[in-house]
């Protein structure tokens, strides 16, 4: 027996049993006379318990049925007129049930002491009460089955926002990738107008490279942050080779921050923006340096350039391209308030965007695993 309807036996059954002590006490209270020995007492706990037992068996049957009628009708009035139908039937059925059990029970095992005419004549007023106890349970099944249908739409619910989210990650994602596809096929672009053919197809190689490393891991909402230095050191590899010495390139990270997971190219938008913004305004060499540092259980990421030259200043509008605003967007979208990114313009010593996230790892294979694979 499945470990759900085993514990709903058990519960059902305790409940029950509680409610039959119920009406034992409910019998004594109400009674006018003193029972003279001890086989009236059990006559009269065995009259409430079987009871309360046999309607433990019967509440999955009633649920089941309430269920079955409000899927085959519409109709309140044809609704209510089988429901009352039923309470009359097992008003019937469960007091010859227990009428019999009563009689075998305590010995009695002459034929015409079960038959129908002599159940019916133990009956009294007080055998109502299974009319009143069927509508108990159905009302019991009705409100388990509304908070049963309000946690499965809530979860549908949950579920639909969570695809939304993951379809507007995946829609995100596949933004960055052509924007920045885009501007490294520029470079090359330039390259070639310059009449640099050989560098043009270093560079064709160099972005290959990216693109290989990107098809590889392709689908992966989060990577570990070595793989994601891989794509921004491939990306700056082909913007050096247009830029040549103008542009030095520096990558430093704490040996624990590595393995740590970050979403997929969430450092390729800035890195384009500190070359965009910064290296390709100047006359002079700048760098772009890309550092990792954990702070308690934080991972901090920080992508710095060297200041642009010759007066000119990107403004922080100008900074919030799309590759930006789509970082932003993929940051909320994936850890809510939980993140955090900073950004200074054209400050003295350049351009510094900081990224904080939470510090997470891919879980380690079990061993079971290890030994199967």
């Known amino acids: ?104 029970s305590f010995g009695y095992w002459m034929l015409e002491k079960l038959s129908l005419d002599n159940v019916f004549a133990l009956l009294d007023a007080r055998s109502l009460v299974d009319f009143y106890l069927y509508w108990l349970v159905l009302a019991v099944g009705h409100s388990l089955d509304l908070v049963g249908e309000k946690r499965a739409t809530a979860l549908r619910e949950e579920q639909l926002r969570t695809q939304l989210a993951q379809a507007e990650l995946a829609a995100l994602r596949q933004q960055v990738q052509p924007h920045f596809l885009f501007n490294a096929l520029n470079a090359v672009a330039a390259l070639m107008r310059a009449g640099e053919a050989a560098k043009a197809v270093e560079a064709l190689g160099q972005l290959s490279t990216l693109l290989r490393q990107l098809l590889n891991h392709g689908g992966r909402p989060e990577i570990e942050l070595r793989r994601e230095f891989d794509y921004a050191q491939c990306y700056l590899a082909v913007e050096k080779v247009r830029f040549e010495e103008k542009l030095s390139m520096q990558f430093d990270a704490d040996e624990e921050c590595l393995g740590a997971l970050v979403p997929t190219l969430i450092l390729q938008p800035l890195v384009e923006n500190a070359v965009k913004h910064g290296i390709s305004q100047r006359r002079n060499p700048g760098r772009v340096t890309v550092t990792a540092r954990r702070s308690d ?68 294979p079990s061993p079971e695993t290890q030994s199967h694979g």
């Open 297 to 364: 259980r934080r991972l901090r990421l920080q992508v710095a350039n060297d200041p642009a030259e010759g007066g000119r200043h990107t403004s922080e509008a100008e900074n919030h391209g799309i590759g930006l605003s789509a970082t932003r967007t993929r940051l909320a979208r994936i850890f809510g308030d939980d993140q955090r990114l900073d950004c200074t313009f054209d400050g003295p010593d350049g351009t510094l965007v900081t990224l904080e996230l939470p510090l997470r790892f891919a879980a380690a």
């Open 1 to 104: 027996m499945p470990e759900f309807r085993r514990r709903f036996w058990l519960q059902s059954f305790a409940i029950w049993t509680a409610l039959g002590l119920l009406l034992v006490l409910q019998t004594y209270i109400v009674s006018e006379r003193p029972l003279p020995g001890l086989l009236p007492h059990l006559f009269r706990w065995a009259a409430q318990m079987y009871r309360a037992w046999i309607w433990a068996l019967l509440t999955p049957f009633v649920f089941e049925l309430h269920r079955e009628i409000r899927r085959r009708h519409q109709n309140l009035l044809v609704i209510a007129g089988l429901h009352l139908l039923a309470a009359l039937t097992l008003l019937a059925w469960v007091n010859i049930v227990r009428v019999w059990a009563l009689e075998l």
